[in-house]
């Protein structure tokens, strides 16, 4: 540019630079508003600002349960004192980007004595928690692809997690879903079930994904179910892609039979979340080699490499197989318990005159209820609980990927998760009780 001209428009540039930047599609993808946004900002709020004051049912936080937490004390208590060493190359090395060579040896091994299935360290992959690994591969089998078509990832249940609806980075949509039949259990329960007369499974489908236990209504796909999609992906040459962030082996919160699967054609995610370690941000991806070479790339390329504190922490009870017994003997029962004292706490305070439904716990760490006929949008309802002090998630946020239009069930439901102490969950229901009461009455809290 010539001095002259920059001289020139000055006084236009400092006008200008209050103008908002234009956005690329892919800020605008990241940026516009989105569930999982509210839902990390609602947390941190309760979890900071809003302590003592706030009832925070609304993420996906694990319990702090002490028999765990002792155990990745006393971990962190031997890397520091007992192997220095590891703990100066956990701390000042770079990790390599698909993880730390020990770590993936150590669960290719687990899984394969566990599950015979046919694995070696180049089958694993790790990423920044089981939320990176996802954006990684919905934007890789989804989008514009290297021959000018466009696929979009099938969704054969929703609803399903609110964390996937927004990782889309192209202009095209990413998820292309469909509804669940609804089976009514006894006078206050449901499940859902993949419709695969409806699954309509095309060419325009670059693979299938499913949360097993689904976050948020956890449901657990049946064997039958799971089988059904593995045989439909292979055949369309597809991958399909299991997010395991609660289930089997680790953490293992799932209450009901459930038989794990992985081939080459399946894409497994894991995660150290849900086992007591969020913050340690540690992901975990099963797949065949070529699929873990591209996220190995996608880590180098977005962010050099991962975390490895979760690695360090968890290698030697994965390496031992200890893991199982904490997810089997100290993990599932105390969710499961949890659970059962969440519902009989929803029959305490829910109206018994009010069409209310919660989905079979069948895993996770949510109860999902459904309203039915409900007077307002659960994004209403929503905010007014929140005004009462109590954070859940408005379900119309797992339902995307699918016109909802005509369907009330989409904005009828409300996800409450049940990890917190137990005085904060039973204030919580108590609260739930008394605002869908004024609801159903027509009143408004003044
Ligand atoms: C179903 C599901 N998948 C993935 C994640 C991502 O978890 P993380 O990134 O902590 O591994 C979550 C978190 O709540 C989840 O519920």
């Not at 975390?307 to 994965?318: C, D, E, S, T, Y």
Request: glycine fraction near 8%; aromatic fraction near 10%; include cysteine.
């Amino acid at each position: 540019m010539r001095p002259c001209q920059r001289g020139g428009t000055s006084a236009n540039k400092r006008v200008n630079a209050k103008a908002p930047y234009l956005k690329s599609i892919f800020a605008s993808n990241l940026t516009e508003h989105s569930g999982i946004t509210e839902l990390m900002d609602d947390l941190g709020e309760a979890l900071t600002l809003g302590r003592g004051r706030l009832r925070m049912l609304g993420g996906g936080s694990p319990s702090h349960i002490p028999a765990v937490q002792a155990i990745w004390r006393e971990r962190m208590r031997e890397l520091l004192v007992e192997t220095p060493d590891e703990y100066d190359r956990v701390m000042a090395d770079y990790d390599q980007p698909a993880g730390s060579p020990a770590f993936r040896e150590a669960v290719a091994a687990f899984l394969k004595r566990e599950y015979g299935w046919n694995l070696s360290a180049r089958n694993i992959a790790v990423t920044n928690g089981g939320q990176t690994a996802f954006f990684f591969l919905l934007n890789r089998f989804a989008g514009k692809m290297v021959d000018g078509s466009v696929r979009k990832i099938l969704l054969p249940l929703v609803p399903e997690y609110i964390g996937y609806g927004d990782q889309g980075v192209s202009e095209h949509d990413m998820f292309d879903s469909r509804r669940p039949l609804i089976e009514l259990i006894g006078e206050r329960g449901f499940k859902y079930h993949i419709d695969f007369d409806a699954l309509d499974l095309n060419e325009s489908h670059g693979a299938i994904a499913v949360s097993r236990p689904t976050n948020p209504s956890s449901n657990v796909l049946t064997d039958g179910e799971i089988g059904k999609l593995r045989n439909l992906a292979a055949e369309n040459g597809i991958p399909l892609i299991i997010d395991n962030a609660y289930g089997l082996p680790f953490p293992g919160v799932i209450f009901r039979e459930a038989t794990p699967v992985w081939d080459e054609n399946i894409i497994l995610t894991l995660s150290l979340s849900k086992l007591g370690l969020p913050g340690t941000r540690t992901g975990i991806v099963v797949a065949r080699e070529e699929v873990i070479d591209e996220i190995r790339s996608m880590t180098a390329i977005v962010g050099l490499s991962n975390n490895n504190i979760g690695q360090a922490m968890a290698r030697p009870i994965i390496e031992s197989g200890e893991v199982l017994l904490l997810a089997q003997e100290v993990v599932k029962p105390y969710y499961q318990e949890r659970s059962l004292r969440a519902l009989e706490l929803a029959r305490q305070h829910l109206p018994g005159e009010v069409p209310w439904r919660v989905h079979e716990s069948e895993g996770a760490f949510f109860l999902w209820f459904w309203f039915d006929a409900l007077p307002i949008s659960c994004r209403e309802l929503y905010a007014r609980l929140k005004a009462a002090n109590l954070i859940v998630v408005p379900g119309e946020y797992f339902f995307y990927g699918l016109d909802s239009t005509g369907w009330d069930h989409a904005s009828q439901c409300l996800r409450v998760s049940f990890t917190q102490p137990e005085e904060i969950v039973a204030d919580g229901f108590r609260i739930l009780g008394e605002v869908i009461r004024e609801v159903y009455e027509g009143k408004s809290r003044p």
